[in-house]
């Protein structure tokens, strides 16, 4: 089992950036592929939006056409935590940002995911 805290969400101007992380606890951290999606303001918990997803080595990752070029997601297994860095913010990145662990393989689908933390805000303002 994996527990997963998301952390480095705030306010921002678009064009700023954040970097943010999701600590896990649990020894079979590497095992797990990983995920981050996003839950606008009004959306529901099962209208969750595929941002980006790593493999459990970390050499493949990908991203949602919405933030392919501005954000990078990568993972430090030795720390067990997976970081979203996000560059060139638009209000659009306006959400509730998840990280979510998924026993098989990198997907985005948000069904797929077994285990989810409890989110971090993120506000950019225009």
């Known amino acids: 089992q994996v527990q997963l805290v998301e952390s480095g969400g705030g306010l921002v101007q678009a064009g700023g950036s954040l970097r943010l992380s999701c600590a896990a606890s649990?020894?079979?951290?590497?095992?797990?592929?990983l995920g981050w999606f996003r839950q606008a303001p009004g959306k529901k918990r099962e209208e969750r939006e595929f941002?980006?997803?790593?493999?459990?080595?970390?050499?493949?990752?990908y991203y949602a056409d919405s933030v392919k070029g501005r954000f990078t997601i990568s993972r430090d297994n030795s720390k067990t935590t997976v970081y979203l860095q996000m560059y060139s913010l638009k209000p659009e990145d306006t959400a509730d940002y998840y990280c979510?662990?998924?026993?098989?393989?990198?997907?985005?689908?948000?069904?797929?995911?077994?285990?989810w933390g409890q989110g971090t805000q993120v506000t950019v303002s225009s």
């Open positions: 649990g020894r079979t951290f590497s095992r797990y592929a």
């Open positions: 941002v980006a997803s790593i493999n459990w080595s970390g050499a493949n990752t």
């Open positions: 979510a662990a998924d026993s098989w393989s990198t997907s985005d689908r948000y069904i797929d995911y077994d285990y």
